[in-house]
């Protein structure tokens, strides 16, 4: 990987930070960018397609980057626009239900603000549809500033009363918030956020260490799935020097929310963890290929509501990353239901580890607050 980081500094990482300024001339500078395109649907794709398949996506990631205006090993790790198109929902299932929320601005009203298409098809229809709320979601951050619950709770101060009564006693036991991009990758960024925030915060040795071990370990993992060295391995390598960044103090909270607002950094992290996931469920398929709700096997499946960004992560998805990386997780499922008076919590814990026969110190459940078709990360009170 060639280039260095900023004047001044040795790692990276820490120089990311000094580049928050430039982001918004980045991202103006690319909001036009090359899109991610889907992977072949053919049942009869032969291997050599897929390889060629998804080395053109790593081909076409990578040559997004301006070397003159972004420069570094890290920004050569993460060459990804942060021009992310909302796509089509993935197959549903309760962690990605499409109701409509409602805090959320109705589709029509929001196509008031758009020319209408005349003598539009089916596929005009829902291009445009996904247009608007493409161009609703780039108004957000791609992770937001910690909020207290309060905010949550004026959302809804006209909504139902079943939905405040929920939150309620959901801000009983977590005091703030923290809320991420509607763009379809929201369960993998606010995922990625939040373990990487835990670890910032615990300033444990061993837990940072069990979690770069653990990453080292999904390159093997890919691998054995088919993925192509060439293709995973700058983006498995910035997510690494993440990592040993957090272990060695260069990180703090303010870095580590910078970073996450450059597109290429925050948008190749996403797309490790998608890849992960579908290794982990290409290599176990017999367990969960029967759970799949679509008519196609495992890698039909991987290649088309995995892999590609913007599609939406479903219950197996969460199952599959926390599993894959060890991650404890509680999800709160926050509906307008009438059929609880409490906010559901599911819980993802990975099987317990043992040292010498002595169980290893637990990293603490992240917990992710799930509206139909959206994640944002709950903070619990200590």
Not at 128 to 149: D, H, T
Not at 189 to 218: G, N, P, V, Y
Not at 325 to 349: M, R, T
Request: charged share 25%; aromatic share 10%; net charge negative.
């Amino acid at each position: 990987m060639g280039g260095g980081p900023l004047e001044g500094t040795d790692d990276p990482f820490v120089a990311e930070a000094e580049r928050t300024d430039m982001v918004t001339n980045y991202n103006e500078r690319f909001s036009d960018g090359p899109e991610m395109e889907e992977n072949a649907e053919s049942d009869g794709q032969t291997a050599e397609e897929a390889t060629a398949d998804q080395i053109e996506v790593s081909t076409r990631l990578k040559t997004i980057t301006d070397p003159n205006m972004l420069n570094g090993s890290l920004n050569e790790s993460f060459g990804v626009s942060n021009d992310s198109p909302y796509s089509t929902p993935a197959p549903s299932g309760e962690f990605n239900s499409h109701e409509t929320d409602e805090h959320s601005p109705p589709l029509a009203a929001l196509q008031t603000q758009y020319a209408p298409i005349q003598d539009s098809t089916f596929e005009d229809n829902l291009s445009y549809e996904q247009s608007i709320m493409k161009s609703e979601a780039e108004k957000n951050p791609f992770v937001g500033r910690l909020e207290s619950i309060e905010e949550l709770m004026r959302e809804y101060e006209h909504g139902s009363d079943s939905y405040r009564q929920k939150i309620q006693k959901l801000a009983e036991k977590h005091g703030k918030i923290r809320r991420c991009r509607g763009d379809g990758n929201c369960f993998y960024r606010a995922l990625a956020f939040a373990w990487f925030e835990r670890l910032l915060h615990s300033r444990s040795h061993h837990l940072i260490q069990k979690a770069l071990d653990t990453i080292k370990s999904t390159s093997d993992l890919l691998i054995s799935a088919s993925f192509q060295q060439e293709v995973i391995e700058d983006f498995y390598e910035g997510v690494y020097q993440l990592l040993q960044s957090i272990s060695k103090g260069n990180v703090n909270d303010e870095s580590l929310w910078s970073m996450f607002q450059v597109g290429m950094t925050s948008n190749c992290i996403v797309w490790y963890f998608r890849a992960v996931t579908s290794a982990f469920l290409k290599k176990n398929r017999e367990e969960f290929e029967p759970f799949l709700e679509v008519d196609m096997d495992m890698d039909q499946y991987c290649g088309k509501f995995v892999e590609v960004m913007d599609k939406e992560a479903d219950h197996i998805h969460v199952t599959v990353l926390t599993r894959a990386l060890q991650i404890p997780v509680e999800i709160a499922y926050l509906s307008g239901s009438n059929a609880l008076e409490e906010v559901n919590f599911h819980e993802f814990y990975p099987e317990p580890e043992e040292n010498n026969g002595v169980p290893t110190v637990p990293l603490k459940p992240l917990v992710l607050l799930y509206r139909p078709g959206h994640y944002d990360i709950l903070y619990r009170n200590e």
